[in-house]
């Protein structure tokens, strides 16, 4: 019956001028056609639409069928055969600005649980109407880029290169359909490398907001590290290949991007939409990209120093270590360390601290390393920073080694500083290697704003283990290293050395005595409850005694003994060094 009406309607209007069809005559028109694609006749519909005679009529409404016929094609129970070729006749028949409205609203429009099929099946739809545009092509990209974006956007990255493969969400295959889809435009901007005309700058313009909205989503998310002992890669890192590709086709140099993007100018740059900018996030991405994972890098010109290049990452990598997320953590880490290794030992200047992303840097790396759940995060951060201050000339090292042991409020970051400064003293002693600010008075100064007791008298010895042991050490060390070879300071570490170990003995005094009570009382305790257990093991379920026994404290019985066990030996190691560096110190140098 639906068929019949359609050829009715289509007769009556074959002899009428597309100027004098009505809104109703519209209406009708698309009522009969969508009870024919409901009632499964596509193929009659699609034989009418094809129809010489009838063109007028499809160009003047057939626009309207696109939200049904779409649908068809999403369904899993039939054919979309017909749907589909119906929709490719639409495409190239109808008029190109209502296509790109309602194509754009049904990508708007789309059913959260099915993104991945719905984007991929408009995507290629969307494509061949821009191609039809001769004028406003670039604006019209860009609009369908950006929708196209933001559904994508909304897609679960993928977390390993096994969720990549499932690829559940179907975030991959979208990445593939839309690097299929801006191929042609690519391509259309390739074939016109030595034209700078307004529109084709416009059409280049896009195509870079497209790859730096890509590196900023999905990328930065997505772990794009290579697998081991496979020639295979990721379908994301294989996307984020392409996109570096794209950005070199379209002649938008890298350095720019990366070093100079604040200080561009006009006449040599692609153009953006007015107040478009691209994110740091973006830029940071594209470090990595390039300077870990190499990609592009075959382009990038050589002529850049490595300590340049590190000062330009380090506003990346800034970025990437002050998220929470793990593959933000894990890029900013990969980073450091590829622009780190390029810089000579010992080379960094101290004026480079004052910069805000080298001063904040080791504060996050830091924060990593005492903070962050994720265990060989903590590990890697700790590598970074060992690095990092490898890297540092030695007024440098000196200024944060002071900086670090006022702000960090952590032993075992502490206990760092601490050994790093010993090994400085012992570095400087050899041939060609004098520094003079691990020499001297200037050694001095620094080791007494670091071997101290934070707490005085009350400080947490346990707690603080790390950092006393590495202080004690390095007392030792430089004693018998000045009782050999004076260098002039023996009585000032001397005096250092005795303010320390004077403190030290009095908490070791009121520690030993308070773990060495607790411990006798546990295991007085013990005996007792074994007592008492024998005695009641007739009169009284062991349920209960269990409950019993839960309620004296969280930690098992064994534990609380292993624990102030060592809190003794560790005491005991403590005092065997207090006493070798007071007997260092009795003797004179030669």
């Not at 303010?499 to 009095?506: F, G």
Request: with cysteine; glycine share 4%; charged share 25%.
């Amino acid at each position: 019956m639906a068929v019949n009406q359609l050829e009715d309607v289509i007769q009556r209007w074959r002899t009428t001028d597309e100027k004098d069809f009505k809104l109703e005559d519209r209406e009708l028109f698309l009522n009969a056609s969508r009870i024919c694609i409901a009632q499964g006749d596509s193929a009659l519909l699609l034989d009418f639409i094809k129809e010489e005679f009838n063109q007028h009529i499809v160009r003047s409404m057939g626009s309207g069928l696109l939200p049904p016929l779409v649908n068809e094609v999403l369904r899993k129970d039939q054919s979309p055969v017909h749907s589909q070729a119906i929709l490719n006749q639409l495409i190239q028949i109808c008029d190109v600005k209502e296509l790109l409205d309602i194509l754009h609203q049904q990508v708007e429009d789309t059913d959260p649980d099915a993104i991945a099929d719905t984007i991929i099946v408009l995507m290629p739809l969307i494509q061949s109407v821009l191609l039809r545009m001769r004028e406003s092509k670039a604006s019209g990209l860009s609009c369908a880029l950006d929708c196209l974006q933001k559904q994508i956007s909304k897609l679960p990255v993928p977390y390993s290169q096994k969720q990549e493969q499932e690829d559940k969400y179907g975030l991959c295959r979208c990445c593939n359909a839309i690097l299929t889809f801006v191929q042609p435009f690519v391509q259309e901007v390739k074939n016109r490398e030595l034209k700078s005309n307004n529109q084709d700058m416009k059409l280049r313009a896009a195509l870079l907001k497209f790859c730096m909205e890509s590196l900023r989503e999905p990328l930065l998310q997505a772990q794009l590290e290579k697998e081991v002992n496979t020639t295979d890669n990721s379908p994301l890192l294989n996307f984020a290949t392409e996109i570096m590709t794209i950005i070199t086709v379209i002649q938008e140099p890298l350095p720019k991007l990366l070093f100079y993007h604040s200080s561009r100018g006009k006449e040599d740059t692609i153009v953006l939409e007015k107040g478009a900018c691209h994110p740091d996030e973006s830029r940071a991405c594209m470090a990595y990209l390039l300077f870990v994972q190499l990609i592009a890098m075959e382009v990038f010109p050589a002529v850049f120093s490595p300590v340049f290049v590190l000062q330009c990452n380090m506003e990346y990598i800034n970025l990437l270590l002050s998220r929470k997320d793990e593959s933000w953590i894990l890029k900013g880490l990969d980073l450091s360390v590829k622009s780190l290794e390029r810089v000579t030992d010992n080379s960094l200047p101290v004026e480079l601290l004052e910069l805000k992303p080298f001063h904040e840097v080791p504060q996050n790396l830091i924060k990593i390393m005492i903070d962050c759940p994720i265990q060989h995060l903590r590990g890697r951060s700790l590598v970074v920073f060992q690095l990092y201050m490898e890297k540092l000339n030695g007024e440098a090292k000196h200024k944060l080694f002071r900086r670090t042991m006022k702000t960090s409020h952590h032993a075992g970051v502490e206990s760092i500083i601490i050994k790093n400064i010993k090994n400085q003293a012992e570095l400087s002693r050899k041939s060609g290697n004098k520094d003079d600010w691990f020499e001297g008075t200037r050694l001095v100064t620094l080791l007494k704003d670091t071997i101290i007791l934070p707490q005085g008298h009350e400080t947490d010895l346990l707690h603080g283990m790390d950092r006393v042991m590495e202080s004690l050490n390095i007392l030792r060390y430089l004693l018998i290293r000045e009782r050999e070879i004076s260098t002039g300071i023996w009585t000032d570490l001397c005096h250092t050395a005795n303010s320390y170990t004077k403190i030290l003995r009095v908490c070791l005094s009121m520690s030993k005595s308070y773990y060495g009570t607790e411990l006798q009382k546990l295991r007085e305790d013990k005996k007792i409850k074994a007592k008492e257990f024998k005695e009641a093991s007739g009169k009284r379920s062991v349920q209960n005694m269990i409950v019993k026994t839960e309620t004296l404290g969280s930690m098992p019985r064994e534990a609380q003994d292993k624990v102030l066990q060592c809190a003794l030996v560790t005491y005991d190691l403590m005092e065997s060094l207090v006493v070798h560096i007071e007997g260092i110190i009795e003797q004179s140098p030669k």
